[in-house]
């Protein structure tokens, strides 16, 4: 079983409580569930990170710091997905055995100054123990009302599919921090490849970005946590719309064609699936591009097709296109 099946198969089951809630606007099945409260929307996400399995605490060069922004940035990611200001955030930390007070300290401080750079305040939380090192996050972001966000469901054949940077360096960097090369191997300065470890271990939601978007009047997109090969297919599905990606315009991250050789994968491979690169991919009318690129889209990658919700890989320099149409997923199993 895999994260997706899950998924489905919860909002199967949720599905009839949606209308017990007449607040509720969008739920699962976007970056954030809107709600209305009062005048405006609130905008809430959750996201959970667990030692092990999205980061590890012991590997040389990781600081509690690095993760304590690592779990932030991921949910406040979403609410750049959305478009929307950040807001509140409330943390849950469960503590493993010899976690000690110094340690939450600077997990903490690691949030804190990404809070100062974004305007999110930690508002509450809580503490429990645990096994191993584990933070929930939930993030409010506050929409003046329900059209003035980024959707999934909002695609229109004719739009152009654009993307706010380069991707493949949080991939790149996570092969650097594993030891599957080194610098040295890969010829990069190491200023180079500190710079796609930064990328992985600290990464900056989009949020101006997302904000600067919907005020230019684009209305769908998300952000790229798990790979373009899969975070398109959630618009294209989302949409009913077709979407066809020129992998030739993708823009790559410097530093990942020489990690990419140096592993034995293709650049293309890491820019499409490798995930976590928190870029927003958004999809633009026409008369909307320029104020699109002046709100930060950098590349045209693709356009929105009418026909069935589907993805299509081209490239008309005749790249092999070894990446399956799957970005990363949790195995459940």
Do not use: K
């Not at 618009?235 to 140096?262: F, Y």
């Not at 591009?289 to 890989?313: C, H, S, Y």
């Amino acid at each position: 079983m895999g994260e997706r099946s899950l998924i489905t198969a919860l909002e199967e089951l949720l599905a009839p409580g949606r209308s017990r809630n007449r607040r509720i606007v969008r739920w699962v099945g976007d970056d954030c569930a809107v709600v209305r409260a009062g005048g405006t929307c609130a905008v809430t996400s959750v996201d959970a990170m667990v030692d092990g399995v999205h980061f590890r605490s012991g590997r040389p060069g990781t600081t509690y710091a690095d993760i304590g922004h690592r779990a932030l940035a991921a949910a406040v990611s979403d609410l750049a997905a959305m478009g929307v200001p950040a807001g509140e955030a409330y943390v849950v930390l469960g503590a493993p055995p010899g976690f000690t007070e110094a340690d939450g300290l600077e997990l903490m401080r690691g949030m804190e100054a990404l809070c100062a750079r974004t305007g999110m305040v930690v508002a509450g939380g809580d503490v429990t123990r645990a096994p191993v090192l584990l933070l929930s996050v939930t993030v409010v972001g506050w929409a003046d009302d329900e059209d003035t966000v980024l959707r999934r469901d909002r695609a229109q054949p004719g739009d152009r599919v654009g993307v706010t940077g380069p991707l493949g360096a949080s991939a790149a960097g996570l092969a650097l921090l594993d030891g599957a090369t080194t610098a040295a191997d890969c010829g990069l300065d190491p200023g180079t490849a500190a710079g796609l470890e930064r990328s992985h271990l600290r990464p900056e939601p989009r949020l101006t970005a997302g904000i600067a978007l919907v005020a230019a009047g684009v209305r769908a997109g998300l952000d790229l946590s798990d790979g373009i090969a899969t975070d398109v297919q959630h618009l294209a599905s989302a949409s009913g719309v077709g979407i066809a990606i020129d992998v030739d315009a993708v823009p790559i991250a410097a530093g990942v064609v020489a990690v990419a050789a140096a592993t034995g994968r293709s650049a293309l491979d890491l820019a499409l699936a490798g995930g976590e690169d928190y870029e927003l991919c958004v999809c633009v009318p026409p008369a909307l591009t320029g104020a699109a690129e002046a709100a930060g889209v950098v590349a045209w990658i693709g356009d929105v097709t009418a026909g069935r919700p589907a993805v299509r890989l081209h490239s008309p320099s005749g790249q092999p296109l070894t990446a399956a149409l799957s970005g990363f997923e949790h195995p459940l199993d």
